[in-house]
């Protein structure tokens, strides 16, 4: 037996000569290299490199002998591994199995380096960076580890299994993953040359998942709070007079914008980092005589509040001997950049020198064996130049780059140009440990504006093209600058929110496998996630699922009861879909134009009663790194429901940051529609001033009916304070015993849909057993057709009519009511002439409760696959709906999904389509509906294609079919 040069380490030989090395890094992580020479003395890749730092903590573990496997055992986890094959499996601490190789590793030699492990039916996997047009979950692909196709941002090998482990490749070369494409229970990565080396992380939900692989890679880095405001980058044709007056159009419009930035143009030569550069002599002109100063284009940005971003190419691809690897990069080609940071820059653009390309496939470049890896170009770029301007200046820059490596979230944020699906990139990234992502906002739809707003930082890239705001028509410059000043007023809430980031590895904008790992509805949702703790946002779609709680809509102030679908009508104000979670409390600035333009000594705060929530506001100086060293403050904010009222405490800020204000004032917003019987502020009562007042007096509370808000203003607790600032909100006696009356339960959905609308969502929620759905509708429904004074002959009408809708339901599916319901004498329920509407509605509520119940336990142990397949049939028959579209998705390899679609429902994808769809138009001709109305709801773009169709299934025509 050999030891490592680690002497906190173990290695064996395998019966086919491979020698193997374990390292356990932490109580829940292993490193294990292959090679074939047994020699493991120098650092592996990521240590070699910096981007992953050896232990700084010695790890309490022990080994174990069982026959022909070797245990080693620490307090989190146990890795197990065949001494005869070095297969290995990883498990728990309580000896639950995570994974295991399915093949013996290799490493070091001819074939490269590789290994495979099983995948187990349910496990999703998630990570490996931004794959251009490939789903957040990765099962069913095949994804290259490289830059080579000029298709992939930020490929980053690591991935994380929703079975509770994660797998980070430790290689700096390129290599290939094959994520159960090939077999779909199996997953394998491969390169063609070098040692293999990887990390093993065990244990726990996604998030917690990422915290692991943070400690272990290192904390992202905290951009500048200006930074996660809004960046303007310049057409790379302007010159100095252009960029003063797309300045100027900011601040004269009373949009708010911190960041100018300029593309590499900006130079008199390329860029080469081995020869210093100037500012272009006819573009940016500057008098040498007096180079600094107010006078100067960097001192008029500088007077209205702007940063200067400058553009870098990136080197070329490196090739051997050229001096461009990123191990040749030196730390001293930075002193060429050291004039321009005197001047007053303050963050720099990287770009490639041919553009990243979104839309079109271009050829792969030809693989040279001898080509040093271009992965990590990127990550040492930006480690360069952030040490450099810390060093000069003490303070953070941003730097962006639109490639990337594992890693690079430690200096620098990501970027991309348009895309079609820009929201898949910052997620997929987010899920890959590299929070900080934008990708160019399209200013030219509301919904593009929408998702641009609500990315970790936000950008408006004019590149080679005229992308100003106010070149917009007027309703999306109003939309434009909407967005604008609430991204800036959530400033606050978002900075708190990188704080959490860096710390945790939790981005701010949380695919919801992230947020609600435990919600099967939510898990496969790519298009909204949560921004933040308190934010739910939707993008590029109107279908809106709302988990559990309670959900406030934040253009319009409804309330919605989740788990629940919903179908989304947005307001002219808005561009997408925005909520706010019940309990919410979320800090906020006063309208500004740019960071730091108002001392932060009075705050709002807005709070969304509903449910406890306690809330951590961070604070630091916003631009130095004393952060690092814990100059930095928090405020915690508790929120209490209680029977009657509501309460609010604030507690003094525990720390201390450079320049941070003595005192503060906290403007509060309570959004309610309930208005307060009393208010005390610390125990005092406070009076309600007249009126619906803005900024109510001292010692009042204002309260404003149509807009739901209750405002007033509170002085923080003092520093060292053992009591927090408080405030009480008690209703009356009366409204409390009206608030106590037994309701009817909701489940979510918004009032107002027609009747007609309603019943479509309670057949679809017994059609695919979604009790919370069909339960909604119902209710839903009731108010609407049942509400009021009804006599006891429309109550009853009504129970018969929906009667008849559920015999419809159970008798497309082969059953009777009497089967489903049997003889629950709840069901025999009749109408009388003393019924009330309560009566009838509650055995409507049982009725429909009892079909979902019988009709899941037909289902039995269904494959939830294929439940949630026909679900998406079953809503979306107006539209095409082929096998491909679902298992995309869905997530999966189609012909995976066609062989448990079979096995599981008796008949093939597409003749279940076919037979929904034919059920639908046959339902939709006997009441009336002309038949090319009926071709579009289910589908079909053409009319005569359908009336084809039809005839072959029913052997009439759509004609003769309607009365």
């Given at each position: 037996?050999?030891?490592?040069?680690?002497?906190?380490?173990?290695?064996?030989?395998?019966?086919?000569?491979?020698?193997?090395?374990?390292?356990?890094v932490?109580?829940h992580t292993?490193h294990?290299?292959?090679?074939?020479?047994?020699?493991?003395?120098?650092p592996?890749?990521l240590?070699r490199?910096?981007?992953?730092?050896?232990?700084?903590?010695?790890?309490n573990?022990?080994?174990?002998?069982?026959?022909?496997?070797l245990h080693?055992?620490?307090?989190?986890a146990?890795?197990?591994?065949?001494?005869?094959?070095?297969?290995?499996?990883?498990?728990?601490?309580?000896?639950n199995?995570?994974t295991?190789?399915t093949?013996?590793?290799y490493?070091?030699g001819?074939?490269?380096?590789?290994?495979?492990?099983?995948l187990?039916?349910?496990?999703?996997?998630?990570?490996?960076g931004?794959?251009?047009?490939v789903?957040?979950?990765?099962r069913?692909?095949?994804l290259s580890?490289?830059?080579?196709s000029n298709?992939v941002?930020?490929p980053?090998?690591?991935?994380l299994?929703?079975?509770?482990w994660?797998?980070?490749?430790?290689?700096?070369?390129?290599?290939?993953?094959?994520?159960?494409?090939s077999?779909?229970?199996?997953?394998?990565?491969?390169?063609?040359?070098?040692e293999?080396?990887?990390?093993?992380i065990?244990?726990g939900?996604l998030?917690?998942?990422?915290?692991?692989?943070?400690?272990?890679i290192?904390p992202s880095?905290m951009?500048?709070?200006?930074?996660?405001?809004?960046?303007?980058?310049c057409n790379?044709?302007t010159?100095?007079?252009?960029?003063?007056?797309?300045?100027?159009?900011?601040?004269?419009?009373?949009?708010?914008?911190?960041?100018?930035?300029?593309?590499p143009?900006?130079m008199?030569?390329?860029?080469?980092?081995?020869?210093?550069v100037r500012?272009?002599?006819?573009?940016?002109y500057?008098?040498?005589?007096?180079?600094?100063?107010?006078h100067?284009?960097?001192g008029a940005?500088?007077?209205?509040?702007?940063k200067l971003?400058?553009?870098?190419?990136?080197?070329?691809?490196p090739?051997?001997?050229?001096?461009?690897?990123s191990d040749?990069?030196?730390p001293?080609?930075y002193?060429?950049?050291?004039p321009?940071?005197?001047?007053?820059?303050q963050?720099f653009?990287?770009?490639?020198?041919?553009?990243v390309?979104e839309?079109?496939h271009?050829?792969?470049?030809?693989e040279?064996e001898?080509?040093?890896?271009?992965?990590?170009?990127?990550?040492?770029?930006?480690?360069?130049?952030?040490?450099?301007?810390?060093?000069?200046?003490g303070k953070?820059p941003?730097v962006y780059?639109?490639?990337?490596?594992?890693?690079?979230?430690k200096?620098?944020?990501m970027?991309?140009g348009g895309r079609r699906?820009?929201?898949?990139s910052?997620?997929?990234?987010g899920?890959?440990?590299?929070?900080?992502?934008?990708?160019d906002?399209?200013?030219?739809?509301p919904a593009?504006?929408h998702f641009?707003?609500?990315?970790?930082?936000?950008k408006?890239n004019?590149?080679?093209y005229?992308r100003?705001?106010?070149?917009l028509?007027?309703?999306?410059l109003a939309?434009?600058k909407?967005?604008?000043?609430?991204?800036?007023?959530?400033?606050?809430?978002?900075?708190s929110?990188a704080?959490?980031?860096?710390?945790?590895g939790?981005?701010i904008?949380?695919?919801?496998?992230?947020?609600?790992?435990?919600?099967?509805?939510a898990?496969?949702?790519q298009?909204?996630?949560m921004?933040?703790?308190?934010?739910?946002v939707a993008?590029?779609?109107?279908?809106?699922?709302?988990?559990?709680g309670?959900w406030?809509?934040?253009?319009?102030g409804?309330?919605?009861?989740?788990?629940?679908?919903?179908?989304?009508?947005?307001p002219p104000?808005?561009?997408g879909?925005?909520?706010?979670r019940?309990?919410?409390i979320?800090?906020?600035?006063p309208?500004?134009?740019?960071?730091g333009?108002?001392?932060?000594?009075?705050?709002?705060?807005?709070l969304?009663?509903?449910?406890?929530?306690?809330y951590?506001f961070?604070e630091d100086d916003?631009?130095?790194?004393?952060y690092?060293?814990?100059?930095?403050?928090?405020?915690?904010i508790?929120?209490t429901?209680e029977?009657?009222?509501?309460?609010?405490?604030?507690g003094?800020?525990?720390?201390?940051?450079r320049?941070?204000?003595?005192?503060?004032?906290?403007?509060?917003f309570?959004h309610?529609?309930?208005?307060?019987?009393?208010?005390?502020v610390?125990?005092?009562?406070w009076?309600?001033?007249?009126?619906?007042?803005?900024?109510?007096?001292?010692s009042?509370?204002?309260f404003?009916?149509?807009?739901g808000?209750?405002?007033?203003?509170?002085h923080?607790?003092?520093?060292g304070?053992?009591?927090?600032?408080?405030?009480?909100?008690?209703y009356?006696?009366?409204k409390?015993?009206?608030r106590?009356?037994?309701?009817?339960a909701?489940y979510?959905?918004?009032?107002?849909?027609?009747?007609?609308?309603?019943?479509k969502?309670?057949?679809?929620?017994?059609?695919?057993?979604d009790?919370?759905?069909?339960l909604?509708?119902?209710?839903?429904?009731w108010e609407?057709?049942?509400?009021?004074?009804?006599?006891?002959?429309?109550?009853?009408?009504?129970?018969?009519?929906?009667?008849g809708l559920?015999?419809?339901?159970?008798?497309?599916?082969?059953?009777?009511?009497?089967?489903?319901?049997?003889?629950d004498?709840?069901h025999?329920?009749?109408?009388?002439?003393?019924?009330?509407a309560?009566?009838?509605?509650?055995?409507?509520?049982?009725m429909?409760?009892?079909?979902?119940?019988?009709?899941?336990?037909?289902r039995?142990?269904t494959?939830?696959?294929?439940?949630r397949?026909?679900?998406?049939?079953v809503?979306?028959l107006?539209?095409e709906?082929?096998?491909?579209?679902?298992?995309?998705?869905?997530?999966?390899?189609s012909?995976?999904?066609s062989?448990?679609?079979?096995?599981?429902?008796g008949?093939?994808?597409?003749?279940?389509?076919l037979?929904?769809?034919?059920?639908?138009?046959?339902?939709?001709?006997?009441i009336?509906?002309?038949?090319?109305?009926t071709a579009d709801?289910?589908?079909?773009?053409?009319?005569?294609?359908?009336?084809?169709?039809?005839?072959?299934?029913w052997?009439?025509?759509p004609?003769?079919?309607?009365?």
């Amino acid at each position: 037996m050999r030891m490592c040069s680690n002497p906190a380490s173990i290695t064996f030989q395998t019966a086919s000569g491979f020698s193997i090395c374990v390292v356990p890094v932490a109580s829940h992580t292993f490193h294990i290299r292959v090679n074939r020479t047994g020699l493991f003395e120098a650092p592996s890749p990521l240590t070699r490199l910096g981007i992953a730092a050896p232990p700084t903590s010695p790890v309490n573990w022990h080994t174990e002998y069982v026959g022909d496997a070797l245990h080693v055992i620490t307090d989190e986890a146990v890795l197990r591994l065949d001494r005869q094959t070095g297969s290995a499996s990883l498990y728990d601490k309580s000896e639950n199995l995570l994974t295991r190789q399915t093949k013996p590793p290799y490493g070091g030699g001819a074939d490269g380096f590789g290994a495979q492990f099983a995948l187990s039916d349910y496990e999703r996997l998630y990570g490996l960076g931004d794959q251009y047009d490939v789903p957040l979950m990765k099962r069913g692909h095949t994804l290259s580890i490289s830059l080579r196709s000029n298709r992939v941002h930020a490929p980053v090998p690591l991935l994380l299994s929703s079975n509770g482990w994660a797998l980070l490749v430790d290689t700096d070369i390129e290599h290939e993953f094959d994520v159960g494409r090939s077999s779909p229970d199996e997953l394998w990565f491969h390169g063609r040359r070098g040692e293999l080396a990887y990390y093993l992380i065990a244990g726990g939900t996604l998030a917690e998942l990422l915290g692991k692989h943070a400690r272990l890679i290192g904390p992202s880095a905290m951009l500048p709070l200006w930074a996660y405001g809004l960046s303007f980058i310049c057409n790379q044709q302007t010159t100095a007079r252009d960029m003063i007056e797309d300045a100027l159009k900011f601040r004269r419009e009373g949009i708010p914008c911190d960041m100018i930035g300029l593309e590499p143009t900006w130079m008199d030569r390329p860029f080469d980092y081995e020869a210093p550069v100037r500012w272009h002599p006819e573009k940016f002109y500057i008098p040498q005589w007096m180079p600094e100063g107010a006078h100067t284009f960097m001192g008029a940005l500088r007077t209205m509040g702007f940063k200067l971003s400058l553009g870098l190419y990136l080197p070329e691809s490196p090739r051997p001997g050229t001096g461009t690897g990123s191990d040749d990069i030196g730390p001293s080609w930075y002193d060429y950049l050291e004039p321009f940071v005197a001047q007053g820059v303050q963050g720099f653009k990287l770009s490639t020198s041919v553009p990243v390309q979104e839309q079109v496939h271009l050829p792969a470049a030809e693989e040279d064996e001898e080509a040093e890896s271009a992965l990590t170009i990127a990550g040492a770029i930006g480690k360069i130049i952030q040490e450099g301007y810390a060093k000069q200046t003490g303070k953070r820059p941003i730097v962006y780059t639109p490639v990337g490596y594992i890693g690079v979230h430690k200096y620098a944020a990501m970027w991309s140009g348009g895309r079609r699906q820009p929201h898949l990139s910052v997620l997929g990234l987010g899920l890959s440990g590299i929070p900080n992502m934008s990708v160019d906002m399209n200013l030219h739809n509301p919904a593009g504006i929408h998702f641009g707003f609500f990315q970790p930082w936000s950008k408006v890239n004019s590149w080679a093209y005229w992308r100003h705001p106010l070149l917009l028509d007027a309703d999306l410059l109003a939309l434009f600058k909407t967005y604008a000043k609430l991204r800036y007023r959530l400033l606050p809430y978002i900075y708190s929110a990188a704080s959490v980031s860096a710390r945790t590895g939790l981005p701010i904008a949380r695919a919801m496998p992230l947020a609600y790992p435990d919600d099967a509805a939510a898990v496969p949702l790519q298009n909204q996630y949560m921004f933040g703790d308190e934010l739910l946002v939707a993008v590029f779609t109107d279908q809106v699922y709302l988990p559990d709680g309670e959900w406030i809509d934040y253009w319009t102030g409804d309330k919605y009861a989740g788990p629940a679908h919903i179908t989304y009508r947005t307001p002219p104000q808005a561009g997408g879909p925005l909520f706010v979670r019940a309990g919410a409390i979320i800090p906020m600035w006063p309208d500004v134009e740019h960071a730091g333009q108002r001392p932060a000594d009075r705050m709002e705060l807005h709070l969304y009663p509903g449910s406890d929530r306690q809330y951590s506001f961070y604070e630091d100086d916003g631009g130095s790194l004393g952060y690092l060293s814990g100059e930095s403050a928090e405020t915690s904010i508790v929120c209490t429901q209680e029977r009657g009222g509501y309460r609010v405490e604030i507690g003094p800020r525990i720390g201390h940051f450079r320049d941070m204000p003595e005192h503060r004032d906290w403007n509060v917003f309570i959004h309610t529609r309930d208005k307060p019987a009393s208010v005390k502020v610390n125990g005092e009562s406070w009076r309600e001033a007249a009126g619906a007042r803005k900024d109510p007096a001292p010692s009042h509370w204002s309260f404003n009916r149509r807009a739901g808000l209750i405002r007033l203003s509170i002085h923080e607790a003092a520093a060292g304070s053992p009591r927090p600032a408080r405030m009480e909100m008690m209703y009356s006696a009366e409204k409390e015993t009206r608030r106590s009356e037994p309701q009817p339960a909701r489940y979510g959905g918004k009032p107002g849909k027609t009747s007609g609308e309603l019943e479509k969502e309670l057949e679809i929620g017994l059609e695919t057993g979604d009790e919370a759905k069909a339960l909604s509708a119902l209710e839903q429904w009731w108010e609407v057709r049942a509400a009021g004074d009804r006599s006891p002959e429309d109550i009853r009408e009504h129970w018969l009519y929906l009667n008849g809708l559920f015999v419809r339901s159970v008798e497309r599916k082969g059953r009777t009511l009497g089967d489903v319901l049997g003889e629950d004498p709840s069901h025999r329920f009749q109408p009388g002439p003393d019924a009330g509407a309560g009566q009838a509605y509650e055995a409507l509520e049982q009725m429909a409760k009892s079909i979902v119940e019988y009709d899941n336990k037909q289902r039995g142990r269904t494959n939830e696959i294929v439940r949630r397949a026909t679900d998406i049939i079953v809503r979306e028959l107006d539209q095409e709906l082929s096998l491909q579209a679902v298992a995309d998705r869905l997530h999966l390899n189609s012909s995976y999904l066609s062989r448990r679609f079979k096995k599981e429902i008796g008949m093939s994808f597409s003749d279940y389509v076919l037979e929904k769809k034919m059920e639908l138009a046959k339902e939709l001709l006997l009441i009336g509906t002309t038949v090319n109305a009926t071709a579009d709801r289910t589908g079909f773009k053409e009319a005569s294609y359908f009336i084809r169709v039809f005839r072959k299934y029913w052997g009439v025509t759509p004609g003769e079919m309607k009365p």
